[in-house]
């Protein structure tokens, strides 16, 4: 300890020296020594430190002063509180020094103690205190008229505080806005606006009244009608506490806007601008106030957009544009009075510009009337002659085109018809904009060959956006953009920057545009190209190679047979190609380009190649080799091996099946699966170049890449293996031992479904083909099988999955079908095996399934004696058996319609205990056969499902609904109006029934009934007002699954429904009993499922129709399920996280009755006696409220509300809730993770 203290005061001897540079190298030593986290000082050399330091700032020597102030960073969080309020008061004192030099370095030093002052609970004390002393100290500064310089340093440092640390001030922001406000009033302009700057600090965090005081201020003030000066003043601070204070400000804006709009009629530039600015932040901060003022503010926008007095836009004389300038500048000569820097009148056409981008990105719900009023507003302001305004329209416009793109992407399939052939019908935002393409491109195209660079990126930007918005949309005039897109690549002076920008666009150009469109002109566009690829910078070289990969395409495109000869180009294209293929010492971006673009070249032009093929591919071999390029190479000899030009690979193919063996062995899963990619692809199409025994050592890699663990990697193995039992069935005499226990495996785990399984249906069906003599249909059987006949306790212990059943079921049948002959013996065993008492019940679980999947292909006719088993397998004592009859049954109908549905209806008639099972065969039926053949049949099944719709038994209503809905969809048009009658005439159960069977029509992909389910979901919405609370939890669940799976349906009706939803979120107390259990209570809920749903309902609403709700209403809601029951609240808890992501402002806005029902569950303990369900449920719900906190808290301007401030610091304070804050930040990246997407199943 003495050490340290002997140190320093060595040091402080040293910065007492006449020396300056010993001064100078002393105060550096002990700002080292001071950042250094182990030094400790005692008091007395807290106490000399500080007051040399705070002398050294009057140090004559700048560079000692400096880095004297550098030192009081570190040394805030050294000493102790009297040390830093004593630097605090010399600073203060300094500031309103005579000496300018001292007051400038004084207040960097305030500067530098207020950065350092500690945020945490523990050293909140001291900064409050230190806060309070300076704010004191600049409000007595601030009052100072006399000398501006002092004011202006007073009222920076007084930002920098109240950005910083305004939470610690409360106390002094009334006397701060009464200090602030006369400086408004300031002659000094400086002084005006760094005033504006404080307040916009002081306004998030200051109390609602306090922000009020300020507002009816400005207001007053304004409406007095200061001079021009002042009323500049008023409107921009406006503007910046709209901005800083956000949705505050809408309460008052009934009154500001009137006020607003006149000052825009002052013929002053700059107030105007801030008028509009003004707009800007109200439309950004408070879209919901501002929606009866919209169209007074576009108005006003497209007025002034193109306000611009001193200049005549003379569109007639474009071709003496030339000339034009030249008199210009002779009359500018001449005239004396005016010059263009006098012109502000472009500051007031940017700032409407920008409004109205704000107008365009805040209201998509306005869009379709933006293209018919703003639209041809900026497609008019292109011609601007003011390059940074002409920046902003380009801007604007772009907005415009990117929300037409969210909006048709919002524009959910409804579609006239599921046929392929059937249009989908457009987006009307796109239909409209269609219609402006030719008047955007007329526009843009002269733009492209401007001097102006930044005017041409814009134009770029522009046209991409539009590519993108609408592909294909420039087919016509492409003609008319090329010469732009040439220029830009061939002009001198054009920076490598605007090159990038001009490939890019012809990139996307190529890639949203039909071939056709460009081979016309592939003279004019080849040779800039082609000079682009010898550009000596990287990025140029690697586009321009991307370029030219496209226009190999154009070229010949594939399955298209072209009138145009690609013959006069493939020479030069060719060679440029080649020389940046050969290159070893290029940028490895480029490297990988150019064997892809080279590719591109051998697959589509292989055949004007000729000699030239076998040198590319050895280079391919190489860079196989090589680590950096093996991935596209792999990738590029894919695409060549699929060539329909039959590309000879036969030079390199034996070491590159070797190669490409040796990569099945490293980690990396592209590689990997690239690589299976390109063997599946050499194998399928060259398969006489291969010898099998240069297939030997992907053979050997095989086996341990099928397995559960990666599905995809297995199911690209077994589709290779697929091809090679194709190619060649000798080499598959090898395989049984390795491969196939693995494909056994595969086939009997519980994840298998999907492609995979599909996969393994091939290759099992091309073994049997393949007629090798150890992979007969017989034993491939007898492996399938195997695991089900041991008895289930076998040695083993292992569990036969049920979903493997269905798996090893549909490989049967896949096998019998490729081996018909051995079909009858098959199925006959399978009969015996279930009439057998003595088989286990999985074997006989299994040969039920067997039976029913061979029936689904037809193989068993109307076979009576199954019939028989079937039956007698429903009266069995085991649940699996019945189940497995149940399945097997409505798959061997959908095999055999005629024969089985009749029988099928008529035991659901006459067995009304086996009625469930037998209603699960119907739904398979309905399910999976197509309309064309259920058709015949659809009166006679419907007739019997509305027989059965009462039933008291819910499970069997809900089969009997689904079947009913499955039903619908054969016949929409007839069936979806009696579904609709039957609402009026059944009982509360009937229309549940109902209501339910329309949830199963609403499909997560376009169908026919969409268009007739649109017209006529309002009226099964109405059971939502039913007087049956099971009914109205049912039209719930139904409304959950439209917002769900089709949210179009229902975006139309939001206004009619959400009422009735938000009703059911409300507790009602006529809906609670008590029930007696022994000596206790019990409360028993009976709206409680009700409410669940409609919160269920209200989430799925956030993902899918966000623009239809008003956010704050919605939030009223989600505040009340934050005080209900257990399960409301971890759904509320999610939404809002969720609501957090999607309109943080809206949030904002009500955060202040959003902390505490949060702050409760977060701080709430389970009582000491309770049991462990309790603890554990508690502890979920502290969990789940604390992920929504870190999305809170994850919002920079949360800190700014008191009571979020506090409660983030009771969380850090306590170590349990910060230990539970860590879990969460650490596990779930900030709370809006894995946890927060719910399950909508």
Same mark, same amino acid.
Not at 198 to 225: D, I, N, R, W, Y
Not at 368 to 385: G, H, M, N, Q, V
Not at 527 to 533: F, G, R, S
């Given at each position: 300890?003495?050490?340290?203290?002997?140190?320093?005061?060595?040091?402080?001897?040293?910065?007492?020296?006449?020396?300056?540079?010993?001064?100078?190298?002393?105060?550096?030593?002990?700002?080292?020594?001071?950042?250094?986290?182990?030094?400790?000082?005692?008091?007395?050399?807290?106490?000399?430190?500080?007051?040399?330091?705070?002398?050294?700032?009057?140090?004559?020597?700048?560079?000692? %002063?400096?880095?004297?102030?550098?030192?009081?960073?570190?040394?805030?969080?050294?000493?102790?509180?009297?040390?830093?309020?004593?630097?605090?008061?010399?600073?203060?004192?300094?500031?309103?020094?005579?000496?300018?030099?001292?007051?400038?370095?004084?207040?960097?030093?305030?500067?530098?103690?207020?950065?350092?002052?500690?945020?945490?609970?523990?050293?909140?004390?001291?900064?409050?205190?230190?806060?309070?002393?300076?704010?004191?100290?600049?409000?007595?500064?601030?009052?100072?008229?006399?000398?501006?310089?002092?004011?202006?340093?007073?009222?920076?440092?007084?930002?920098?505080?109240?950005?910083?640390?305004?939470?610690?001030?409360?106390?002094?922001?009334?006397?701060?806005?009464?200090?602030?406000?006369?400086?408004?009033?300031?002659?000094?302009?400086?002084?005006?606006?760094?005033?504006?700057? $404080? #307040?916009?600090?002081?306004?998030?965090?200051?109390?609602?009244?306090?922000?009020?005081?300020? !507002?009816?201020?400005?207001?007053?003030?304004?409406?007095?009608?200061?001079?021009?000066?002042?009323?500049?003043?008023?409107?921009?601070?406006?503007?910046?506490?709209?901005?800083?204070?956000?949705?505050?400000?809408?309460?008052?804006?009934?009154?500001?806007?009137?006020?607003?709009?006149?000052?825009?009629?002052?013929?002053?530039?700059?107030?105007?601008?801030?008028?509009?600015?003004?707009?800007?932040?109200?439309?950004?901060?408070?879209?919901?106030?501002?929606?009866?003022?919209?169209?007074?503010?576009?108005?006003?926008?497209?007025?002034?957009?193109?306000?611009?007095?001193?200049?005549?836009?003379?569109?007639?004389?474009?071709?003496?544009?030339?000339?034009?300038?030249?008199?210009?500048?002779?009359?500018?000569?001449?005239?004396?009075?005016?010059?263009?820097?006098?012109?502000?009148?472009?500051?007031?056409?940017?700032?409407?510009?920008?409004?109205?981008?704000?107008?365009?990105?805040?209201?998509?719900?306005?869009?379709?009337?933006?293209?018919?009023?703003?639209?041809?507003?900026?497609?008019?302001?292109?011609?601007?002659?003011?390059?940074?305004?002409?920046?902003?329209?380009?801007?604007?416009?772009?907005?415009?085109?990117?929300?037409?793109?969210?909006?048709?992407?919002?524009?959910?399939?409804?579609?006239?018809?599921?046929?392929?052939?059937?249009?989908?019908?457009?987006?009307?935002?796109?239909?409209?904009?269609?219609? %402006?393409?030719?008047?955007?491109?007329?526009?843009?195209?002269? =733009?492209?060959?401007?001097?102006?660079?930044?005017?041409?990126?814009?134009?770029?930007?522009?046209?991409?956006?539009?590519?993108?918005?609408?592909?294909?949309?420039?087919?016509?005039?492409?003609?008319?953009?090329?010469?732009?897109?040439?220029?830009?690549?061939?002009?001198?002076?054009?920076?490598?920057?605007?090159?990038?920008?001009?490939?890019?666009?012809?990139?996307?150009?190529?890639?949203?545009?039909? @071939? =056709?469109?460009?081979?016309?002109?592939?003279?004019?566009?080849?040779?800039?190209?082609?000079?682009?690829?010898?550009?000596?910078?990287?990025?140029?070289?690697?586009?321009?190679?991307?370029?030219?990969?496209?226009?190999?395409?154009?070229?010949?495109?594939?399955?298209?047979?072209?009138?145009?000869?690609?013959?006069?180009?493939?020479?030069?294209?060719?060679?440029?190609?080649?020389?940046? &293929?050969?290159?070893?010492?290029?940028?490895?971006?480029?490297?990988?380009?150019?064997?892809?673009?080279?590719?591109?070249?051998?697959?589509?032009?292989?055949?004007?190649?000729?000699?030239?093929? %076998?040198?590319?591919?050895?280079?391919?071999?190489?860079?196989?080799?090589?680590?950096?390029?093996?991935?596209?190479?792999?990738?590029?000899?894919?695409?060549?091996?699929?060539?329909?030009?039959?590309?000879?690979?036969?030079?390199?193919?034996?070491?590159?099946?070797?190669?490409?063996?040796?990569?099945?062995?490293?980690?990396?899963?592209?590689?990997?699966?690239?690589?299976?990619?390109?063997?599946?692809?050499?194998?399928?199409?060259?398969?006489?170049?291969?010898?099998? $025994?240069?297939?030997?050592?992907?053979?050997?890699?095989?086996?341990?890449?099928?397995?559960?663990?990666?599905?995809?990697?297995?199911?690209?193995?077994?589709?290779?293996?697929?091809?090679?039992?194709?190619?060649?069935?000798?080499?598959?005499?090898?395989?049984?031992?390795?491969?196939?226990?693995?494909?056994?495996?595969?086939?009997?785990? @519980?994840?298998?479904?999907?492609?995979?399984?599909?996969?393994?249906?091939?290759?099992?069906?091309?073994?049997?083909?393949?007629?090798?003599?150890?992979?007969?249909?017989?034993?491939?059987?007898?492996?399938?099988?195997?695991?089900?006949?041991?008895?289930?306790?076998?040695?083993?212990?292992?569990?036969?999955?049920?979903?493997?059943?269905?798996?090893?079921?549909?490989?049967?049948?896949?096998?019998?079908?490729?081996?018909?002959?051995?079909?009858?013996?098959?199925?006959?065993?399978?009969?015996?095996?279930?009439?057998?008492?003595?088989?286990?019940?999985?074997?006989?679980?299994?040969?039920?399934?067997?039976?029913?999947?061979?029936?689904?292909?037809?193989?068993?006719?109307?076979?009576?004696?199954?019939?028989?088993?079937?039956?007698?397998?429903?009266?069995?004592?085991?649940?699996?058996?019945?189940?497995?009859?149940?399945?097997?049954?409505?798959?061997?109908?959908?095999?055999?319609?005629?024969?089985?549905?009749?029988?099928?209806?008529?035991?659901?008639?006459?067995?009304?205990?086996? %009625?469930?099972?037998?209603?699960?065969? #119907?739904?398979?039926?309905?399910?999976?056969?197509?309309?064309?053949?259920?058709?015949?049949?659809?009166?006679?099944?419907?007739?019997?499902?509305? =027989?059965?719709?009462?039933?008291?038994?819910?499970?069997?209503?809900?089969?009997?609904?689904?079947?009913?809905?499955?039903?619908?969809?054969?016949?929409?048009?007839?069936?979806?109006?009696?579904?609709?009658?039957?609402?009026?005439?059944?009982?509360? &159960?009937?229309?549940? !029934?109902?209501?339910?069977?329309?949830?199963?029509?609403?499909?997560?992909?376009?169908?026919?009934?969409?268009?007739?389910?649109?017209?006529?979901?309002?009226?099964?919405?109405?059971?939502?007002?039913?007087?049956?609370?099971?009914?109205?939890?049912?039209?719930?669940?139904?409304?959950?699954?439209?917002?769900?799976?089709?949210?179009?349906?229902?975006?139309?009706?939001?206004?009619?429904?959400?009422?009735?939803?938000?009703?059911?979120?409300?507790?009602?107390?006529?809906?609670?009993?008590?029930?007696?259990?022994?000596?206790?209570?019990?409360?028993?809920?009976?709206?409680?499922?009700?409410?669940?749903?409609?919160?269920?309902?209200?989430?799925?609403?956030?993902?899918?129709?966000?623009?239809?709700?008003?956010?704050?209403?919605?939030?009223?809601?989600?505040?009340?399920?934050?005080?209900?029951?257990?399960?409301?609240?971890?759904?509320?808890?999610?939404?809002?996280?969720?609501?957090?992501?999607?309109?943080?402002?809206?949030?904002?806005?009500?955060?202040?009755?959003?902390?505490?029902?949060?702050?409760?569950?977060?701080?709430?303990?389970?009582?000491?006696?309770?049991?462990?369900?309790?603890?554990?449920?508690?502890?979920?719900?502290?969990?789940?409220?604390?992920?929504?906190?870190?999305?809170?808290?994850?919002?920079?301007?949360?800190?700014?509300?008191?009571?979020?401030?506090?409660?983030?610091?009771?969380?850090?304070?306590?170590?349990?809730?910060?230990?539970?804050?860590?879990?969460?930040?650490?596990?779930?990246?900030?709370?809006?993770?894995?946890?927060?997407?719910?399950?909508?199943?």
């Amino acid at each position: 300890m003495s050490s340290v203290s002997y140190h320093i005061s060595n040091l402080l001897e040293k910065m007492t020296s006449t020396d300056k540079d010993f001064r100078f190298m002393a105060t550096n030593d002990l700002m080292l020594e001071l950042q250094k986290d182990s030094i400790k000082l005692d008091e007395d050399s807290e106490r000399r430190v500080v007051t040399m330091l705070l002398k050294l700032l009057e140090d004559k020597n700048g560079e000692v %002063q400096n880095l004297a102030v550098k030192c009081l960073a570190p040394l805030v969080s050294k000493v102790k509180e009297p040390q830093v309020e004593t630097m605090v008061d010399v600073l203060c004192s300094n500031m309103t020094s005579d000496k300018e030099q001292l007051r400038d370095i004084s207040s960097m030093g305030l500067k530098t103690v207020i950065a350092e002052l500690p945020l945490t609970s523990s050293g909140l004390t001291l900064t409050g205190s230190v806060c309070k002393k300076i704010t004191s100290q600049l409000i007595g500064a601030m009052g100072k008229q006399d000398d501006v310089s002092v004011q202006l340093e007073a009222l920076d440092i007084l930002s920098d505080m109240l950005g910083r640390l305004s939470g610690a001030l409360v106390s002094f922001h009334s006397s701060l806005l009464s200090s602030l406000l006369p400086q408004l009033t300031s002659p000094r302009m400086a002084v005006r606006k760094r005033s504006i700057l $404080a #307040l916009g600090h002081l306004v998030p965090c200051c109390s609602p009244a306090l922000f009020s005081q300020l !507002t009816e201020h400005l207001m007053k003030e304004l409406a007095k009608g200061p001079p021009t000066s002042m009323t500049r003043t008023y409107i921009q601070c406006l503007a910046t506490i709209s901005r800083q204070g956000g949705y505050r400000v809408g309460e008052h804006l009934e009154k500001l806007i009137p006020m607003v709009v006149k000052f825009t009629g002052v013929e002053d530039d700059e107030l105007r601008e801030y008028c509009f600015q003004a707009f800007e932040a109200f439309i950004r901060r408070c879209p919901k106030e501002m929606s009866p003022h919209i169209a007074t503010v576009t108005q006003l926008c497209l007025k002034f957009m193109t306000f611009d007095p001193n200049y005549n836009y003379d569109d007639s004389e474009e071709e003496d544009e030339d000339s034009m300038d030249i008199d210009d500048e002779l009359e500018e000569e001449s005239d004396d009075e005016y010059s263009d820097d006098d012109d502000m009148s472009w500051k007031v056409r940017r700032s409407s510009i920008k409004c109205l981008e704000a107008l365009i990105s805040t209201r998509l719900d306005l869009l379709l009337s933006f293209y018919s009023s703003i639209c041809p507003a900026l497609l008019a302001r292109f011609k601007e002659r003011e390059e940074n305004v002409r920046a902003d329209v380009f801007t604007a416009f772009s907005t415009l085109l990117r929300q037409t793109r969210v909006a048709s992407s919002r524009h959910s399939l409804i579609v006239s018809g599921s046929d392929p052939g059937v249009r989908r019908e457009e987006e009307p935002a796109v239909a409209l904009l269609k219609k %402006q393409v030719p008047a955007t491109v007329k526009a843009l195209h002269r =733009q492209l060959k401007e001097k102006s660079i930044k005017s041409r990126q814009g134009c770029f930007c522009l046209l991409t956006e539009l590519a993108h918005t609408v592909p294909g949309a420039l087919e016509e005039h492409i003609p008319a953009l090329i010469p732009g897109i040439v220029f830009s690549l061939t002009d001198k002076s054009t920076p490598s920057t605007m090159r990038i920008d001009a490939l890019s666009f012809f990139n996307v150009l190529l890639l949203s545009h039909p @071939p =056709q469109a460009f081979q016309p002109h592939m003279q004019v566009l080849l040779p800039p190209v082609v000079a682009c690829i010898e550009d000596t910078f990287y990025k140029i070289t690697s586009e321009a190679l991307l370029v030219i990969q496209h226009l190999v395409k154009v070229m010949r495109p594939q399955g298209q047979a072209g009138g145009f000869d690609p013959k006069p180009f493939v020479k030069e294209v060719f060679s440029v190609t080649m020389k940046r &293929l050969k290159a070893t010492d290029i940028d490895q971006e480029v490297k990988e380009r150019a064997i892809s673009c080279m590719g591109h070249m051998v697959c589509h032009l292989g055949d004007h190649l000729r000699a030239e093929v %076998q040198g590319v591919l050895a280079i391919f071999l190489e860079r196989l080799k090589n680590e950096i390029t093996r991935l596209t190479a792999v990738r590029t000899i894919t695409l060549i091996a699929a060539s329909p030009l039959k590309i000879d690979l036969s030079p390199i193919l034996p070491e590159a099946l070797s190669v490409l063996g040796s990569f099945l062995r490293k980690n990396q899963r592209v590689l990997k699966l690239g690589t299976l990619a390109c063997l599946t692809a050499l194998v399928t199409h060259h398969a006489a170049s291969i010898k099998p $025994a240069a297939l030997e050592p992907v053979l050997s890699e095989l086996p341990t890449l099928v397995d559960e663990s990666d599905m995809h990697v297995s199911q690209v193995s077994i589709t290779l293996l697929t091809g090679m039992a194709k190619a060649y069935p000798s080499s598959l005499a090898k395989i049984s031992s390795s491969v196939l226990p693995g494909v056994f495996r595969l086939i009997h785990s @519980p994840l298998l479904q999907g492609s995979t399984l599909e996969a393994i249906l091939e290759f099992l069906q091309a073994l049997v083909l393949s007629k090798t003599s150890n992979l007969s249909y017989s034993q491939l059987l007898k492996s399938l099988m195997e695991p089900f006949h041991r008895s289930q306790s076998s040695a083993d212990g292992s569990i036969v999955h049920r979903q493997s059943y269905h798996s090893v079921a549909r490989c049967v049948a896949a096998l019998s079908s490729a081996s018909p002959k051995e079909t009858p013996g098959t199925v006959a065993g399978f009969i015996q095996q279930v009439k057998n008492p003595g088989s286990p019940e999985s074997a006989r679980v299994l040969a039920l399934l067997c039976l029913g999947e061979v029936g689904r292909k037809g193989s068993l006719g109307g076979s009576k004696e199954v019939q028989g088993v079937i039956l007698e397998a429903f009266s069995s004592t085991s649940e699996e058996v019945k189940t497995a009859a149940s399945c097997a049954l409505g798959s061997m109908a959908v095999g055999c319609l005629s024969d089985y549905l009749p029988f099928l209806l008529k035991e659901i008639s006459a067995q009304p205990r086996r %009625q469930y099972l037998l209603l699960h065969s #119907l739904k398979e039926v309905i399910s999976a056969c197509p309309a064309s053949s259920l058709s015949p049949h659809v009166e006679s099944v419907w007739a019997l499902l509305f =027989q059965n719709c009462e039933c008291q038994e819910e499970g069997t209503r809900n089969l009997v609904a689904e079947c009913l809905g499955k039903l619908t969809l054969v016949n929409p048009a007839a069936l979806l109006p009696r579904l609709k009658q039957q609402l009026k005439t059944g009982s509360p &159960l009937a229309r549940s !029934t109902v209501v339910t069977a329309i949830k199963f029509t609403i499909v997560d992909h376009p169908a026919p009934i969409d268009s007739l389910l649109k017209d006529c979901i309002g009226d099964f919405l109405k059971t939502l007002q039913d007087d049956d609370i099971n009914v109205r939890r049912i039209a719930l669940v139904m409304f959950n699954s439209a917002a769900h799976n089709k949210p179009s349906l229902i975006r139309g009706l939001l206004g009619r429904v959400l009422p009735h939803l938000y009703k059911e979120t409300q507790i009602r107390k006529d809906l609670i009993r008590e029930v007696e259990m022994g000596p206790f209570k019990h409360t028993v809920d009976d709206g409680l499922d009700v409410r669940k749903a409609a919160f269920e309902c209200m989430y799925s609403l956030l993902d899918s129709c966000l623009e239809g709700l008003d956010i704050l209403q919605f939030l009223d809601h989600v505040e009340e399920g934050l005080k209900d029951h257990y399960d409301i609240r971890m759904l509320t808890f999610l939404m809002l996280a969720r609501l957090v992501s999607l309109c943080p402002a809206a949030v904002l806005q009500r955060l202040d009755r959003l902390v505490e029902p949060l702050k409760a569950t977060v701080t709430t303990k389970v009582k000491a006696g309770s049991v462990k369900q309790e603890f554990e449920k508690q502890e979920e719900l502290r969990r789940s409220a604390m992920r929504a906190v870190a999305a809170l808290l994850a919002v920079p301007e949360v800190e700014r509300s008191p009571s979020m401030a506090e409660f983030a610091n009771q969380i850090k304070s306590s170590t349990d809730m910060a230990s539970i804050y860590q879990s969460i930040q650490g596990g779930e990246g900030g709370g809006i993770g894995a946890t927060e997407r719910m399950d909508m199943s």
